[in-house]
């Protein structure tokens, strides 16, 4: 007859296959804890699969809320806030390099300070300014627009505010303001033009490289890196970059008027840049401080950006951001289960 199942306690008629062989009550405890952590391997997975549903939906509405709100407004925050009939103060930033393809186009800037202008809510405007320069063409694009508008718009107040950096172009815009705030140890000035060239024929010859550019007149490869430079050549382009200079001075000098403290003997206009301390001492600039102490000596505590946003931008930005939390969530979820309960604070 089977003795079915083995018991534990009982003696074995071979003491070899007794000691060879585990109690049976250890056998039982490695499979209970294996099917444990099989069980417990199990529920991971579908936490974890419930976690990137719930992202997946998540990202959805975010889209979906996004591309909502793109259609339904003009993309631009200042369309949005425009309505607000609270005094408030206009903030249009220029911010980066000033090209025509940059956040500090001619366009783009142009678009907020109209808007800017426009609003009867905004009580005076502020000009954010960080940026080391760019095209002299999209610079004096924006002077002009700040000049028109404040001209068309009557008695509101234009301030610029120079932040880490206004030089050549940037300061070329903050000029056109009525008054100028910077830090002190911002960087102001360079009013000067610049065309950088370079002699590169030691260079081409070490290389083995011939020059073989072909022209249809004969100026046609001025500034050529491979072709010596004449001083016929060097006095026409001197002679550009001077009459763009000239522009630059007559703004400056039109925006600044007598508040330049000897310009000729302290070479203001030599392409020289200050600290933002130096700066008010020579009177390239008015005060030191930011919006935040312009809002003080306007007595206005509300300030609202004008400046057109980018629907795809703040899509992605709002995908980044929202992953970003989400992913650290379950992280932090995943870790506290892991290394168990405690009685210390938690930030969830």
């Not at 500090?104 to 080391?132: H, Q, T």
């Not at 610029?160 to 705030?181: F, K, L, R, T």
């Not at 000897?262 to 933002?276: A, C, I, T």
């Amino acid at each position: 007859m089977s003795d079915w199942p083995p018991k534990p306690n009982a003696s074995s008629s071979s003491p070899n296959e007794t000691q060879s062989r585990p109690p049976a009550g250890k056998e039982w405890e490695v499979i209970q804890n294996t099917l444990l952590a099989n069980v417990e391997e199990q529920r991971r997975s579908r936490r974890w699969s419930l976690v990137f549903k719930g992202l997946t939906f998540l990202y959805l509405g975010v889209v979906l809320i996004l591309l909502v709100k793109s259609c339904t407004s003009t993309g631009s925050e200042s369309s949005v806030m425009g309505g607000i009939s609270d005094d408030h103060i206009a903030v249009v930033e220029v911010y980066g390099a000033i090209a025509a393809d940059s956040d500090a186009s001619a366009e783009r800037v142009g678009k907020a300070l109209k808007e800017a202008f426009d609003s009867s809510s905004a009580k005076a405007v502020v000009i954010k300014i960080n940026s080391p320069g760019g095209s002299p063409v999209q610079s004096d694009e924006i002077w002009k627009q700040i000049r028109n508008y404040q001209e068309q718009a009557g008695a509101k107040k234009v301030y610029a505010v120079i932040e880490d950096i206004g030089a050549s172009g940037a300061y070329y815009v903050a000029s056109a303001a009525d008054e100028i705030y910077v830090n002190p140890s911002s960087l102001v000035g360079s009013i000067g033009v610049i065309m950088p060239n370079y002699d590169l024929r030691g260079l081409a010859d070490k290389l083995g490289v011939k020059d073989r550019t072909l022209t249809a007149g004969d100026n046609k490869n001025l500034l050529s890196f491979t072709a010596p430079i004449s001083d016929q050549d060097k006095a026409h382009v001197m002679s550009v970059l001077d009459n763009v200079h000239a522009h630059f001075i007559n703004a400056v000098q039109t925006g600044r008027g007598d508040k330049l403290v000897d310009p000729v003997g302290n070479e203001l206009f030599s392409g020289l840049f200050w600290s933002g301390d130096q700066a008010i001492l020579l009177g390239l600039a008015d005060k030191p401080g930011g919006l935040t102490e312009i809002k003080k000596d306007l007595d206005i505590d509300t300030a609202i950006n004008y400046m057109p946003a980018d629907p795809l931008q703040e899509l992605f930005s709002g995908l980044g951001l929202s992953f970003q939390q989400q992913l650290a969530g379950a992280m932090a979820h995943e870790l506290s289960s892991k290394l168990g309960d405690t009685d210390q604070p938690q930030l969830n």
